[in-house]
């Protein structure tokens, strides 16, 4: 039995609240297929022949070390001189490889990272399909993970897989997949967090909804608590595990800590509260820092176990011979040591590289890292054959990019749009800092961690010109197909650089023809 109640003309005639929380586009397994499709392709691009080269390439030469270091003492050990040739000639599981001296290693990287490349040492052995195993699970999750989090963002399902393929055919993101780098497990936690954050924003507007419900028409001074924040707890452990990978994670740490108090000062205005400010610094900025930089700091903290627990890490007995604070264990004197000169180290690293870059050129693609190249003969058909692990971006992907980029920022800052705004702190956190290191030796490459973010905002781009819902048949029909002509493009370009992405063997002068800028040799 149903009851019809009939409400007042004047109740008829007050518009309805605009719901806080969005609901998302579709639910179970429909809002899974395209991700999932899209993962599936990545992890086929990332797995086949992921131990092509054999050999130890770029800076695998110190991190396949490292992390057999881990595997077998808990800390970094100085290697014996020719210790790749070692590793390359004996094929040998991970605890039958004595490739050490006695003497400890300093290191400037926290152990996080070389733990993930441990990880498939461990599981398949000292080999270059072992060491670059779990880089490649991350790869590969974070494909699924970036559909995932911009399907969130965008209420999308459609934008969320398209920024998912993009991710997947782009090259940076598939070297750094395929290589025992740090750079990968880095922009996977950062990711996570990013997600992690999203999910926080949706609870509490969730709550906000059912607080204004309970509240409706009293006045509003700060607003309600929101009560414990699991999501947002989980983004600040998975910061601490970035900044566990490399250092350059604490931009993140500090922009998205402040964006995760922006939005709920967003969410205090639309509920009406009448000192949002008051509000956000007495109810929300204390939750915030401890979740985000105090589990943070303890999460950090717990990467640095095996120097820890160990004896004969680098400077881990420098407290026992330097007066300290008496409150502060000796162990936790000896690491603040070793962070402060780790800290020297990256602040006057300036030494010569020939594929040095400056941050400026790295969403141009113009100067990218050449992790391996060999002249081999008489295996290509030709007489001249060329074989190259070259960490270019899919260019179709970074040059649509820099448009891209200007567009959400028109929509973040004109539009006013949160979406926009997410992802170019996002990105920013991971370019702009660089800028302060001008005259530090980096490398391209390091832009791998903003490559989600980047692929988040193309998508949202190539959706805004294949038009929205309320935008004319013709206007549509014109928008799908460029838009649709773009994507295309982009699957092709990805086909034609594959081979100096993933080290095949190819004619001299098929190689070059993939060089178009001078500055990629």
Not at 164 to 189: E, I, K, P, Q
Request: net charge neutral.
């Amino acid at each position: 039995m149903s009851v019809t109640v009939e409400l007042p003309a004047a109740a008829e005639a007050t518009p309805p609240v605009r719901s806080l929380h969005r609901p998302m586009p579709s639910h179970g397994l429909r809002g899974w297929v395209g991700p999932l499709l899209v993962t599936i392709l990545a992890g086929l691009l990332r797995f086949v022949n992921l131990g092509r080269p054999d050999a130890i390439i770029f800076d695998e030469t110190y991190y396949v070390k490292d992390a057999l270091a881990l595997l077998r003492f808990g800390y970094e050990r100085q290697a014996i001189d020719g210790a790749d040739d070692v590793i390359l000639a004996q094929d040998a599981p991970w605890d039958q490889l004595d490739i050490f001296k006695d003497a400890a290693s300093f290191v400037v990287h926290p152990p996080l990272g070389k733990w993930v490349i441990a990880a498939g040492e461990w599981a398949f052995g000292v080999v270059p399909f072992g060491w670059r195993f779990g880089v490649a699970v991350l790869g590969t999750l974070s494909v699924l993970m970036t559909a995932r989090i911009i399907r969130r963002l965008t209420r999308s399902d459609l934008v969320g897989t398209v920024a998912g393929l993009l991710v997947a055919l782009d090259g940076l993101h598939l070297v750094m997949s395929r290589t025992a780098l740090l750079d990968m497990t880095l922009m996977f936690f950062v990711l996570a967090a990013f997600g992690f954050l999203l999910l926080d924003r949706d609870a509490v507007r969730r709550r906000a909804d059912a607080w204004r419900t309970l509240w409706e028409g009293n006045p509003v001074i700060l607003g309600p608590g929101f009560g414990l924040r699991p999501w947002r707890i989980a983004a600040g452990v998975a910061l601490g595990l970035a900044c566990g990978v490399k250092w350059s994670g604490l931009w993140y740490v500090a922009l998205f800590g402040l964006l995760t108090v922006y939005w709920d000062l967003q969410v205090r205005r639309e509920l009406g509260a009448g000192r949002p400010f008051h509000a956000v610094l007495v109810r929300d900025a204390i939750p915030a820092f401890l979740s985000i930089v105090g589990v943070g700091s303890v999460a950090y903290l717990a990467t640095w176990t095996g120097w820890l627990v160990t004896e004969g890490g680098y400077d881990r007995d420098w407290a026992a011979t330097n007066a300290g604070w008496p409150l502060v264990p000796d162990a936790l004197r000896s690491l603040a040591e070793y962070h402060r000169a780790a800290w020297s180290f990256h602040v006057g690293l300036d030494s010569p590289h020939s594929y040095r870059s400056s941050a400026w050129s790295w969403p141009v693609m113009s100067r990218p890292t050449s992790f391996y190249y060999e002249s081999p003969t008489g295996v290509c058909g030709s007489d001249r054959c060329a074989q190259e692990v070259l960490a270019l971006g899919n260019p179709l992907i970074w040059w649509a990019g820099l448009l891209a980029l200007l567009h959400n920022t028109w929509r973040a800052v004109a539009g006013r749009d949160w979406r926009s705004g997410a992802l170019l702190v996002g990105f920013l956190a991971g370019w702009l800092p660089w800028m302060v290191f001008h005259g530090r030796t980096i490398f391209t490459f390091y832009a791998i961690v903003y490559v989600p973010f980047l692929a988040g905002m193309l998508a949202i781009s190539l959706a805004s010109l294949a038009g929205g819902p309320d935008a004319t048949a013709t206007r549509r029909q014109w928008g799908i197909l460029a838009a649709g002509t773009v994507l295309l493009l982009i699957v092709v370009s990805a086909w034609f650089f594959l081979p100096v992405w993933t080290g095949q063997v190819m004619p001299y002068d098929r190689w070059d023809w993939r060089m178009w800028m001078p500055t990629w040799v």
